[in-house]
């Protein structure tokens, strides 16, 4: 009954700061679920956005499912998300901030079977930030390597 990562989207932390995520069902075609579950999916360049009081992803890849017969996918089209309107609700003022984002940080089958996205709610990192993150990271590394070693 754990989770099943599919994919992760790595980029996503080393470009922003992630304030707040949230858990959101999407809506899938039996093709696409064939196709992540073989692991064939991308969040690189994915963005989720409100229209109409809904949300939908944006630009996330599932490759096509190489033994589907009956209907070619296309691997880019936008995918409904499911949220309580609740958490919507709460979505939407944050949304209207200037330099807010909601990007997929991974997408993930839980025990019963149905798929599901991360979402983290965005703000964007400065090139000095960027800098500052890859040298704690670095600092980080090397302490942590000083430690096993005994040193």
Same mark, same amino acid.
């Given at each position: 009954?754990?989770?099943?990562?599919?994919?992760?989207?790595?980029?996503? =932390?080393?470009?922003?700061?992630?304030?707040?995520? =949230? /858990?959101? &069902?999407?809506?899938?075609?039996?093709? /696409?679920?064939? $196709?992540?579950?073989? +692991?064939? +999916?991308?969040?690189?360049?994915?963005?989720?956005?409100?229209?109409?009081? /809904?949300?939908?992803?944006?630009?996330?890849?599932?490759?096509?499912? $190489? =033994?589907?017969?009956?209907?070619?996918?296309?691997?880019?089209?936008? !995918?409904?998300?499911?949220?309580?309107? !609740?958490?919507?609700?709460?979505?939407?003022?944050?949304?209207?901030?200037? &330099?807010?984002?909601?990007?997929?940080?991974?997408?993930? =089958?839980?025990?019963? &079977?149905?798929?599901?996205? /991360?979402? +983290?709610?965005? !703000?964007?990192?400065?090139?000095?930030?960027?800098?500052? $993150?890859?040298?704690?990271?670095?600092?980080?590394?090397?302490?942590?390597?000083?430690?096993?070693? &005994?040193?």
């Amino acid at each position: 009954m754990g989770i099943n990562v599919v994919c992760k989207n790595k980029k996503a =932390f080393h470009d922003y700061h992630i304030d707040q995520t =949230f /858990e959101a &069902g999407i809506v899938l075609k039996g093709p /696409e679920v064939k $196709s992540l579950r073989a +692991g064939k +999916g991308n969040l690189r360049d994915g963005y989720a956005q409100m229209k109409n009081g /809904e949300l939908f992803l944006y630009n996330v890849h599932i490759s096509p499912y $190489s =033994f589907a017969t009956d209907m070619v996918q296309d691997p880019l089209r936008v !995918r409904k998300l499911l949220l309580h309107k !609740r958490e919507l609700r709460k979505l939407i003022g944050k949304l209207h901030e200037k &330099g807010i984002a909601l990007i997929p940080l991974k997408i993930y =089958f839980i025990g019963n &079977g149905k798929a599901k996205v /991360e979402l +983290g709610l965005a !703000r964007g990192k400065k090139l000095y930030d960027k800098r500052a $993150s890859l040298k704690e990271k670095q600092s980080k590394r090397d302490i942590d390597r000083d430690m096993r070693r &005994g040193d």
